[in-house]
């Protein structure tokens, strides 16, 4: 872009924020403050987004009740429908003449961490070691896969129950259903909706909740093999009451029922914008009015209005980038990877690439938007008027 007037030194601006620092100061903490709470946000919906983008597996299908939607926390088929299934499907994955096939009973009940009276919510998940096929993510932490009375442990657990980490380490006590549970391990999983849940063995859960059915099966099919003919067979099979869905499409169904959260989220970014752009304004304006004088002298030895405008934007835009990269070091420091509980478990923060981008644009649109008005206000009056202003 080109000017054809003489600007003012790129000092000039810089010398201005230093004159009054207090002043400096304020506006800092104030558009510091907007920024951080923006990228907060933003890090909310992509950490939530990111886990359930990551917990489908494209070869996984779901095999669940019929007519349970997305809630397969409430979905009960009979025990033996996992041989059933592995029986008459040729296109399930297998190695070493085992099937990738597990059935598993899913739930969402009140756990208690040893050492504690009061009861959360928490999502607890029976499996066999079939599980470990069919859920390649799954990484053991630490420990050992758990045995008779045992449980393991995804890696946020602590967040979705709302008690510290330390309470949950290998050794350690948890209550569900009645029974005490000794952790034998902690696991995680890429950052999954699993690293939430509470893995035990499938005939240990059924035997403390006096259940013999199962939630799903879950099922991993052979590179090559079409999900239509799962759900084919659910189609025909009547008898058995059954519906398929491909895991990543049941994760997408999630993201669209989390659709409204993450409108709220962004209604929250752009009020906090607007807030931002005030603070902006109220600061700029007044500065401005202040240096009226200052600003006509400026015009009497020889500087056109759109050079001192410009000098006026420097010195705002100078303030947000400031702004910008505080809010940024805060935000990766003490909120990227933070735990945050949900409805089905819990994510963490995501301060990624695209939020920081994000978040800092925000920042420096802020800062030119909020300088034009003041300025404007400034140089509209007369020179004379502005040398008579003390």
Do not use: H
């Not at 909120?335 to 089905?344: C, E, L, P, S």
């Amino acid at each position: 872009m080109f000017f054809f007037f003489r600007p003012l030194p790129w000092e000039y601006a810089v010398r201005n924020l230093f004159r009054r620092p207090l002043r400096t100061l304020l506006t800092v903490f104030a558009l510091t403050t907007v920024i951080l709470v923006v990228l907060v946000v933003l890090g909310f919906t992509r950490g939530l987004e990111r886990t359930l983008l990551v917990s489908g597996d494209r070869q996984t299908a779901l095999v669940f009740s019929l007519g349970m939607g997305e809630n397969l926390e409430y979905s009960s088929i009979p025990l033996g429908t996992g041989d059933i299934v592995a029986a008459n499907l040729d296109g399930i994955q297998q190695r070493y003449d085992k099937q990738y096939v597990s059935p598993e009973l899913y739930l969402g009940t009140e756990m208690t961490v040893g050492g504690t009276d009061r009861p959360s919510l928490g999502l607890v998940r029976g499996v066999t070691p079939g599980a470990l096929r069919v859920r390649r993510q799954l990484q053991l932490a630490s420990g050992n896969w758990p045995g008779p009375g045992e449980v393991l442990v995804g890696r946020l657990v602590a967040a979705k129950l709302g008690v510290p980490a330390e309470q949950l380490t290998v050794g350690g006590r948890l209550a569900l259903e009645g029974r005490d549970w000794r952790i034998s391990g902690l696991f995680s999983s890429a950052g999954s909706a699993f690293e939430s849940e509470v893995w035990c063995r499938l005939d240990d859960l059924q035997e403390a909740m006096k259940r013999q059915d199962l939630s799903l099966i879950a099922l991993t099919l052979a590179p090559g093999s079409d999900f239509a003919d799962v759900d084919l067979f659910c189609k025909e099979r009547l008898d058995l009451e059954l519906q398929a869905v491909p895991e990543v499409d049941y994760y997408a169904a999630l993201q669209r029922d989390y659709r409204p959260v993450m409108m709220l989220a962004r209604l929250v970014v752009a009020l906090v914008c607007a807030a931002g752009l005030l603070v902006g304004l109220n600061t700029m304006y007044g500065s401005a009015l202040g240096r009226i004088a200052e600003l006509a002298t400026l015009q009497t030895i020889g500087f056109v209005r759109g050079a001192i405008l410009l000098s006026l934007i420097q010195e705002a835009v100078l303030v947000a980038a400031a702004a910008s990269l505080l809010a940024t070091v805060l935000a990766l420091v003490f909120f990227n990877g933070a735990a945050m509980r949900f409805t089905m478990g819990a994510f963490t923060l995501r301060i990624d690439g695209l939020t920081v981008l994000s978040g800092c644009g925000m920042g420096m649109l802020v800062g030119f938007i909020g300088a034009l008005p003041a300025a404007v206000r400034a140089l509209r009056g007369s020179i004379v008027t502005g040398l008579r202003t003390t």
